[in-house]
């Protein structure tokens, strides 16, 4: 608020300068008591001259003095009657009706809290002379102005009458000499502040957005965020709205380098909307946010410059809403939410319009009214005049009546004041001399006083330098003890004998034990939290001591396999050809000689993973226990290594109610699938909360796991199902729901199957510092500079392949091939998955040519590289290659093996190619595009709008095939050799 020092008070420095004024001043002591009468009279003549300007000052300074004090903004009638006084009335008839209205359409702000839609002119006009003017008598000698205002028959009353139609309801008056008078019978006017983002001052002081003036739609400026995995929001000043209108909104925005969450819309503008309450102290009540879909930006990727129907690269979001019952007010709502892992996205002229045209009875008639009424605003504006140009003379009388009084007081009543001035100048006096001469008396003069000073007794003198001499060695004392203070406190701390010491080596002391204090008391907090961790338990019930586990790890011990061999059969023995019918010594040697063979038999023991296989649609609840008060914000689990299944893998916490057993959603972590790593080993997965949650001992909670569209493997140990004594819930460690598709917000107890195999091992707990994922792009090569061999193998590719297929390496050069036969038509396929995956979701794999085809081997098995492989090639997006008549046909096919076409999604033919092109299939976000030699295939690109491929860690593998085709004949047609392999991050 801007200060205002308000007339007749003083500032305590104010009041004693003006005391020091000089002697023609009525504040001098030395001026003399015949001097007060003209000093009086050009006093009055300066007054009048101060009392002129104040008056004057009420159409400028003096507005924001009033706005202080009451509350009450004048600037708007201040401009009216700058205006009207700059503005002959004679002319105002050159001036539009717009412009008329427009001036008096300042009145509207002046009374705090106004309703333009029942604002009454007259009525404002008459509370405002009554309670603010006429009370400073300014207006008494304007009658003739008091009553055009304020007559029944004044044209303001004809005024109020427009305003009651609602014409100032539906758009600001002082807009209207803006707008044509064609134009009122199709109003449709914007009510967003500032929608194009011009200033910085659009964003609202919004930290979660930026102001960008340097990017825009159609002209610099611009709202600007930048996308990181967290929600940003900005919203729009609110519109007053009425049930059953229709409000049109849209607003145009532009991306770069976008990815986000597949099956989401990040980017989005809704209509929020809500009531305001009864009571003005209360904040309103939110209702809904309607989202406007249309279009739908679904997964976004890249750039909007690719997307069709972009304009220069800007999308536009426009849809409608329709106000329903309880909704008083609406915003618009832009969001980039929390599925946009990065990219920056830019909104611009944005538009919040109501629908349709005014209600007729807002326009019907509206300009013959203005026309009837125009003369009668004219006439007002006449008189209205004609009082304001009494002013200068209504001013001039009001100053020489002010002065003729203060020119006129009686000499009597001056000289009574001289004489108490010169009174309470004797008391001073006499009050000096008596205190500095030790005795009483009255009278005393000026001379008095500087007597008195000259002459001071000498009982007052004796002593004094002793008395100073004593206090500067008690001074002295004092400092030293001082520095021998701050000696002592830095000699203290640093444990050696110092001297000289000032103030500043003792704060630099303080400061560092200050620090030394603040590292204590971490300490101190670090030894109480490892004092509060579980004790007399094993280690390895959890390496992190801030979390309660389903069970101990140790109990997660390989499994041991027993695996059966040998060779062999029972023989049917020998030596009993001679029996016959007889039985003689010949027979019974036989019987004594007689022998078995028989088979070999070894046992093998292996070791496995311990898993339990959750089955698909199957939620597996399992419970931990809380054996003290604890912070969660991390739940875990150990995923088996396996892929998880394409379709989802919900994650979500439940409480459990130990009276029932029932248990409740309190978290869901959504669709997880692609956060699971996968591989040979138990891998620890952990899945943060967004803030920490505190949890009392012994309360009881299950983590839920909820395979869809799969099995899923976890870590986890057999367990026997118990039939307890006593009724405990939860019943089992683990609990199973069967037939789930999404995760239920409640489960009961007699929903459940408590006879699981197997203990799921899970965790909740607090977060410590975990091994970043390493997101660093990677290249991934291999050349096939080997021997010639038709069985080629590498520790780095796991092969997958048909009866008899091989890969078969030529001059360095490599091709799936097999055996010729005689008859039969047979194609041999032949692919292999690279074991180490690359970093991160957008990447690509290339394959480069080492010769040619033959032109009449058309049809045969392709070359391929494949991209967003799982972990055993059931999962992928391959890029095949083949060719025919010296042109090459691309095509993209989404597989479920490595050893077959797959579904094919785009096919473009005839590309030329030579011998060492390099061809390749890269993966942004849900856009699949070819390439020959980093150059995009025109029409060789596919979109996953229905998120048919999985993207997250468990697909980020790659991988080549090769195929040929023997027909009968001992034809063999063998596809264009490869001469290397390459997989690589596309990530900047």
Known sequence: MTAVTRRGQYALGDANLARGAGETSLYSPNRSNLDWQSSLAETAQD???????AIEGVLDGAVQEIYDLTGIDLSSIVNLLNQLLTSPLDSLGSVGLGDVLSVLGQFLPFLPGVDPSTFDPA??????????????GLLANWPQLYQVITGASGALNELGELFQQGLFGQINPGRLGQISAAAIDNLNPETLDNPGFDTDASIRDNEEVEWDGTFGRTRPGSMKIVADGTTHTAISNPLRVVASRTINVEIWTYYAGVTANPGTTPIRLSVGAYQNPVNAIDPPIWVADTLIPAPSIVSPAGNSISVAGNVDGWIKIVGSYTVPAGVDRVVNKVQVTEDCLSGTVHFDDGSRKRAGLLPKEYVEGLLADLA????KIQATLNKGWEALTGLPAAVDKTVDDLKAALQNIPQANIAGLAAALASAGQDIRDAIVNAITGGSGTGHS???VIAALLNIPQHLINGLEDDLAEAGDAIADVWDDVRDTWNKVVGGYRRTTVTGQTSADVEEVMISVGQEILVAQESTITLANQQNAPRNVPFWVSPNRFEEVSFPRALLQPVPTVGSGGGGSTGTGSGLGVLDANWNAEERDAVQGHTHSAPSHTHVMGFAKPLYTIPAGTLALTAVTMTQDRLVNVARFLAGGGTPPSTALYVGIYSIDPATGTMTLVYDYGDQKGNINTGADLYETALTLPNDVLVDAGSMFAVGILPVGGSFAVGAVRRQPISTAALVYPAA????????SSLPSTVANGSMDHTSTHRIWVSLGQA?????????????????????TSNWSSPSFQQYGNASSNFTVDNGQIYGGGPTVLFGDVTYWRSALCLTPVHTNDHMA????GTGWDDNAYGYATDRAYVRCNSSGTSGVCLHVDATGGAVRVRIATTTDLVSIGTVRATVSGIPYVVGDRFSIRAVGNVYQAYRNDDPIPGAVWTDSGNVVPIGKAWRRTAFGSGSRCTNGFTRYAPAHIDSFKAADLAA
Do not use: C, W, Y
Request: glycine residues 4%.
């Open 446 to 448: 000026t001379a008095d």
């Open 47 to 53: 007054a009048g001259d101060k009392i002129r300007g």
């Open 372 to 375: 009837a009424h125009a003369a």
């Open 123 to 136: 009525a404002a006009a008459t509370q405002f002379i009554n309670s603010i003017l006429n009370p400073t």
């Open 846 to 849: 290339e394959i480069t040519l």
């Open 768 to 788: 410590v510092d975990s091994v970043p994922e390493d997101n660093s792009p990677v290249t991934l090569t291999m050349t096939f500079n080997v021997a010639n």
């Open 733 to 740: 460690a683990t609990e199973l729901v069967s037939g789930q």
